[in-house]
């Protein structure tokens, strides 16, 4: 009889942020990549968690980099899994409404200035190509890996999209596709949503947990979006490895690069 297959490493990492030397540093310390930056991690699955852009000098050159590795994995028999986050969604915003008047948004100069305000690099902006758009807009916003949800977003805003995986991921390409700019606003306000299970330390059948767990699958939550250093309070020198809370359920892994903290790639298997 022969042994059931061991699953092949799973890696995570969330909130690049343009650090695209310093996402490249922590690929080759792990043995994901080698010295000239190509795939060297065999069949190795690693899935990035979303905002590749802004904040940090080189937003496109990390999409750049994640397309790039993605072929390569596929090639060796791994794979590298890339969701959306927020900062993916405004771009896109600025990209498409500019400094257009928002109904409802409090914001200067449109989703633009909004943008802007919140990290956005012209350089960016300036840098987004048609293949770079159609990348971003295909990206899915949820998946479950081996009992791990994965998000981009620490939020049940997901909740407001669809009862299935495959129904969120078909609700977000839907409002990509939009040309709705206060449908566009509501889109952010989603993606941009956080802090939801932080009231979860102790498991509940009806917690934000639970729920989220229940109606997409998996036993513990991965995200990035609120950074451990400003959101959870760890100093930046002491950033070095993820944060589990509510109850062990939950595995928040923004070790924010872009507030003197790190990238923190994870293995979860």
């Avoid at 190795?44 to 999409?63: E, F, K, Q, S, T």
């Avoid at 669809?162 to 977000?172: F, R, S």
């Avoid at 566009?184 to 947990?209: H, I, K, N, T, Y």
């Amino acid at each position: 009889m022969i042994a059931d297959r061991a699953p092949s490493p799973l890696f995570v990492a969330a909130d690049m942020h343009g650090h695209r030397a310093e996402f490249r540093e922590v690929l080759r310390d792990a043995g994901l990549i080698d010295v000239r930056g190509q795939w060297s991690g065999q069949d190795a699955r690693l899935w990035l968690l979303g905002d590749y852009v802004d904040r940090g000098p080189d937003g496109i050159g990390v999409i750049d980099d994640v397309q790039r590795l993605t072929a390569q994995a596929a090639r060796a028999g791994g794979t590298v899994g890339a969701l959306v986050g927020n900062h993916e969604v405004q771009l896109m915003a600025a990209h498409l409404f500019g400094t257009a008047p928002v109904p409802g948004w409090d914001q200067v100069d449109g989703f633009r200035g909004g943008w802007l305000r919140f990290g956005g690099q012209d350089t960016d902006l300036r840098r987004l190509s048609d293949a770079c758009v159609s990348w971003i807009v295909s990206r899915p916003a949820m998946t479950v890996v081996d009992g791990h949800l994965l998000v981009h977003s620490d939020t049940t805003a997901y909740l407001e999209f669809g009862d299935t995986v495959p129904d969120v991921n078909m609700a977000v390409a839907a409002a990509f596709a939009s040309r709705d700019i206060s449908a566009w606003a509501e889109f952010c306000r989603r993606m941009s949503d956080r802090g939801a299970f932080r009231d979860s330390e102790l498991a509940q059948p009806e917690d934000s947990v639970s729920t989220m767990l229940r109606t997409y699958g998996g036993s513990t939550l991965v995200h990035g979006h609120s950074t451990l250093t400003k959101h959870f309070g760890v100093a930046p020198g002491e950033v070095c490895e993820p944060l589990r809370y509510a109850a062990g359920r939950v595995i928040a892994i923004d070790g924010g690069v872009y507030e003197g903290g790190r990238i923190l790639l994870t293995r979860l298997l």
